[in-house]
C-alpha cells in the first residue's frame, strides 16, 4: 500500500509493539509531509487507552536516551 498522500492513521485498537507503533506513524509524519498529520486512537476500555499512554512513554523515553547517547559522544 502506498501512503505518500495520506496525513492522517486512526489505530483501531493498541498494538503491543512500540516498534509497530512507531512505524505505523512515521508513514505518516514522514519526510516531505507538507500537511498537518492527525493521528487517531480509537479505545472502548481504559485499559486500551492505558496502552496507548504507555506506548507513546515508551518512544519518549527511547528519544530522550538516543539523544542523551547523541550528546555524550560529542563529550569524549
Do not use: C
Not at 5 to 31: C, H, K, M
Not at 56 to 76: G, K, P, Y
Request: proline share 3%.
Amino acid at each position: 500500500m502506498t501512503l505518500t498522500a495520506a496525513s492522517a492513521a486512526v489505530w483501531f485498537g493498541p498494538t503491543l509493539s512500540a516498534e509497530t507503533y512507531d512505524q505505523g506513524n512515521a508513514r505518516i509524519r514522514r519526510v516531505g509531509q507538507k500537511q498537518k498529520q492527525l493521528f487517531g486512537h480509537l479505545s472502548s476500555t481504559p485499559i486500551e487507552r492505558q496502552v496507548y499512554n504507555l506506548l507513546t512513554n515508551r518512544l519518549m523515553q527511547q528519544d530522550s536516551f538516543l539523544h542523551l547517547l547523541e550528546n555524550a559522544s560529542w563529550e569524549i
